[in-house]
């Protein structure tokens, strides 16, 4: 029985031999792999076991990380959460986390090798270790204004606000929004349901629409034909223009109207600035058809166009159309057709003609701070290139400020404040009702300390639709609360 | 008969290795003690006594009752008990602290118990050397063997006393106490197999047919395996018990082969556990889960879920790496069970690769020791019953850390001496005290030939 049993022995080798290999694949091969699973609860016993940092607006923590008795030390608590989502993003134990929660974890957690030293110093007090903080660049009073004003059409629809000289985002609304402190509960139970509720909800309340949502701009867009036109040399200001009811579209049957079927001057001539103040469609279809497609994509991505930001969340490219026929192209001119924009996009053409023809990349945070309150990181404003001429931005900033003083875009006016603005009413076909837009900055005679983007999806679900009559109010409470008038 | 020197050299050699076992079983208890409270334990020199006192007797015991027993068998044992013991110990600590944080009941602490258990295991390991002095006596006891085990196996499926515990029936209950009869069961199935096959050998040797080079057995003596393959299906079926059945059916098909050292006893046990393994597939719900876990351990439908045990358990050795967080400083109470089934991913997690291989390597030396006793002993009987204990260890050890590892699929069994369980600790000391007396046998000098004339001796046929 001795061979069997030594042939046992060598096969008994043999699968312990097995174990130690596998142990060894496990604990060396695949150690980093399993450590950091994002399934792996240690990783978030870790994480919930520092005090995350505060995010800021202004002095004021907008989120904290409060104490609790719980498993899991620290719960993560928004106040006015869902007036900040957009910008903070949620924190959860289940779905990870999103918008400055995720892009700036790393310093929120403690964990950024910015803080490294800190770190080290921390395990040798024996000190608690803690996140360090992120200040945003939002204005509390522009942010309250706009998600109000939205809140009070009743319907969907976001604000952007940015400083034109420094490109910080002054207000990021989105509407209707979801207040984070739903996914940041310590029981998974609850969050699980609450996250598949507010995703399950038609409205999309956590749709960051401000970033992530195209819409057709409307008549908006007629401020970057307008721009391409005065950039093209062959334009001024005071250029007539085609003053018809209508314009016959090239290759189709069909036409382009202006908004009340009439000549866009009585008085029989009209110049590029009328043509701006009431928003005349033939006008400017026929600006895009002298121009050619080229030079409005040209000029639309001189402003941005497709091309996403990170802000530091990523948005998604605003769309200019890539080969547009004639119809098509008169169509783009006037933000039609296959043009689409976010309100991020929207306010910063606004702020590049604001601010001199130079466009500045658009920002969020404005600073990294560390526990001990030293400034880790503070962002400098960075040019992303020059939209158009001074001298153009200058003669757009004078024809936009007659459509708030004597155009359409009258509800966006100030009390001792010139304002610039230009409206917008973005058909969507299939028989829904049109979005309203309003764009504009102040003030528009000296250095602009505002340029806002205002969009209202499917007009509010109000029976009458404009730009003026919906948006520019609240563009207005935006550029008032900045100003602080 | 002269006791030689050597009986005397092998108890000094397992002094030495004691002391070695105990310091290592103290050390991780003192570590313990410094990562949750910054201080030694309180009660450590009582603890470290008691553990001195119990395996002393043992070693006294074994100086009395077998001298020329293999010296590395008993240290081994203690080790893997004491290691066992700290860890368990550590994961009382950290239940206890979550329950505190928590606000609930803090659970009754399972290390006293398993402290109890082992004195009694350690008391009955001494019973068995007094009483067994010779193993040979037991195959008196084949076929009582026999059915006690299988009165043993049966029992949990008893109304009133049985009890289902995680989905397995493999429990009863009496008068408050909780006990697992596989664990004894296994030891009395593994006298039967021995006493059996001893038996019945020459018959299931013989060669039936030829097939492809391979000598069948006759039909007619496929009686014993298919019945052993049917009552591990049983196991399985109404105990739910995926591991016993697995352990009792190879350790079978491995005697088996020993005894009549025909390889085409390997091939039919294969080929019915293949088919056994299918069946329980197709058949049953519970085998399909465990299967799928195995496989699809991450997918997201599976990892917060069925499997969250073994992931979290896999994530734990992964998070300890090659050195581990060390004793008292990882997060092994985040894995359901980490006392009993999944205490293998607690070492793994908290002493490393390195930790969980010393591991290892120490039940393979305890297996290896029992085999070499198994090959030195001159009887048949010996040589059955001490392969089939020292292989049962193996097996259950693969099965275990190959499950919880990821290498084949979960079962549910439990580490011999390490895991929390009285039954299961005082079985395998009864386990390693039988193989103790056998290498007792083994190892005895034979008697001196100026005592016996070499005229007289009886010819000795020796099988090897």
């Avoid at chain 1, 049109?434 to 806002?452: C, G, I, R, Y």
């Avoid at chain 2, 008893?158 to 004894?184: C, D, H, K, Y």
Wanted: with cysteine.
């Amino acid at each position: 029985m001795n061979t069997p049993l030594r042939r046992l022995s060598v096969a008994v080798l043999l699968l312990f031999g097995l174990l130690l290999l596998n142990a060894n694949y496990l604990q060396v091969v695949r150690a980093d792999a399993l450590h950091n699973d994002r399934n792996n609860s240690r990783l978030i016993t870790e994480e919930y076991s520092r005090e995350r940092g505060p995010i800021l607006v202004g002095e004021d923590p907008i989120t904290t990380s409060v104490e609790t008795d719980d498993d899991l030390r620290y719960l993560r608590t928004y106040t006015n959460g869902e007036l900040y989502a957009p910008a903070t993003g949620f924190y959860s134990l289940v779905y990870g986390a999103s918008g400055v929660e995720r892009e700036r974890n790393s310093v929120l957690a403690g964990t950024d090798d910015s803080l490294f030293v800190r770190r080290i110093i921390d395990t040798l007090t024996g000190a608690q270790p803690k996140g360090g903080s992120v200040k945003l660049t939002l204005d509390a009073q522009a942010q309250r204004a706009a998600y109000r004003g939205l809140q009070r059409t009743g319907g969907k629809g976001s604000v952007v606000a940015i400083d034109p000289t420094t490109g910080a985002i002054l207000a990021l609304v989105s509407s209707p929004s979801y207040d984070p402190n739903l996914l940041a509960s310590h029981s998974t139970g609850e969050v699980t349901r609450n996250y598949e509720q507010l995703s399950s909800d038609r409205s999309r309340p956590m749709l960051n629409r401000a970033l992530r949502q195209t819409y057709p701009p409307g008549s908006t867009f007629k401020i970057v034909t307008a721009a391409a036109a005065l950039e093209s040399g062959t334009f001024s200001p005071d250029s007539e223009v085609r003053n018809d009811p209508e314009l016959d579209l090239p290759l189709t049957d069909t036409t382009l109207p202006n908004f009340d079927n009439a000549p866009c001057s009585s008085s029989g001539a009209a110049t590029l600035t009328d043509a701006l103040k009431r928003s005349c469609n033939v006008a400017f279809g026929q600006i895009g058809l002298d121009l050619g497609a080229d030079a409005l994509r040209e000029q639309a991505e001189k402003f941005g166009f497709n091309e996403a930001f990170e802000v530091p969340m990523r948005s998604v490219a605003s769309r200019f159309p890539e080969n547009p026929d004639e119809p098509q192209t008169a169509q783009s001119a006037i933000g039609q057709f296959d043009v689409r924009a976010t309100p991020l996009q929207m306010a910063m053409v606004a702020a590049a003609v604001a601010n001199r023809g130079v466009l500045m990349e658009p920002y969020l945070v404005q600073e990294l701070i560390a526990p001990d309150l030293s400034v880790l990181d503070s962002t400098r404003p960075r040019e992303l290139g020059t939209a158009v001429s001074p001298q153009t931005a200058a003669s757009l900033a004078q024809m936009l400020t007659a459509v708030v003083e004597d155009g359409t875009g009258t509800n966006a006016a100030i009390d001792g404040v010139r304002v610039a603005g230009k409206t917008g009413t973005a058909q969507q076909g299939g028989g829904r009702p049109p979005h309203a837009w309003f764009v504009s900055f102040a003030p528009s005679d000296t250095d602009s300390q505002v340029a806002v983007a205002v969009v209202i999806e499917d007009g509010g679900g109000q029976p009458e639709v404009s730009g003026n009559l919906l948006a520019a109010p609240i563009a207005q409470a935006v550029m008032r609360a900045v100003l602080r008038r | 008969m002269s006791r030689g020197g050597r009986g005397r050299s092998s108890r000094t050699v397992e002094l030495i290795l004691l002391v070695f076992s105990l310091a290592t079983s103290m050390a991780a208890y003192a570590a313990v003690g410094l990562a949750h409270d910054g201080a030694l334990p309180a009660g450590m020199l009582g603890y470290g006594g008691g553990l001195a006192l119990l395996f002393g007797a043992a070693h006294v015991a074994l100086r009395r009752l077998a001298p020329d027993a293999d010296p590395v068998l008993l240290p081994a044992a203690t080790l893997i008990n004491g290691l066992g013991l700290a860890v368990i110990h550590r994961l009382d600590l950290a239940y206890a602290d979550r329950a505190e944080a928590l606000g609930r009941e803090v659970p009754s602490a399972a290390a006293p118990a398993q402290l109890t258990w082992t004195a009694v295991g350690v008391i009955l390991f001494v019973v068995v050397l007094v009483l067994v002095r010779d193993h040979r006596i037991l195959q008196r006891f084949t076929y009582t063997a026999m059915l006690a085990g299988l009165v043993l196996l049966l029992l949990p499926l008893m109304p009133l006393i049985g009890t289902t515990i995680n989905g397995a029936r493999i429990w009863i209950r009496v008068a408050g106490f909780s006990f697992q009869p596989g664990e004894v069961a296994k030891i009395l199935l593994l006298i039967f197999f021995a006493g059996y096959l001893v038996a019945k050998r020459d018959v299931l040797a013989l060669a039936g047919r030829r097939i492809a080079g391979i000598d069948l057995p006759r039909a007619r003596d496929l009686g014993p395996v298919v019945v052993t393959w049917v009552a591990s299906l049983g196991v399985l079926v109404f105990e739910r018990d995926l591991g016993t059945s697995l352990l009792f059916f190879g350790v079978f098909v491995a005697l088996l082969y020993v005894a009549t050292e025909r390889l085409s006893w390997l091939l039919i046990g294969l080929a019915l556990f293949l088919s056994g393994s299918f069946l329980a597939w197709t058949l049953f719900g519970h085998v399909r889960e465990r299967v799928d876990i195995w496989l699809n351990a991450f997918a997201p439908r599976n990892v917060s879920d069925d499997s969250y045990q073994l992931v979290q358990g896999l994530f734990g050795m992964g998070t300890g790496g090659l050195l581990g967080a060390g004793l008292g400083q990882g997060r092994p109470d985040i894995v359901p069970y980490a006392q009993t089934d999944f205490i293998v991913a607690a070492i793994g997690e908290e002493l490393g690769l390195t930790g969980l291989m010393a591991v290892l390597v120490v039940y393979a030396i305890l297996v290896q020791r029992g085999l070499r006793s198994a090959i030195a002993v001159r009887d048949s009987f010996g040589k059955l019953l001490a392969a089939g204990l020292a292989f049962s260890v193996a097996l259950q050890v693969f099965v275990v850390v190959g499950g919880v590892t990821r290498l084949i699929p979960l079962t549910g069994l439990t580490m011999p001496f390490l895991s929390y369980g009285g039954s299961s600790l005082v079985a395998n000391w009864v386990l390693v005290a039988l193989l103790l007396r056998i290498s007792d046998a083994a190892r005895r000098p034979a008697p001196s030939p100026s005592a016996v004339s070499l005229q007289d001796a009886r010819t000795q046929v020796v099988r090897l």
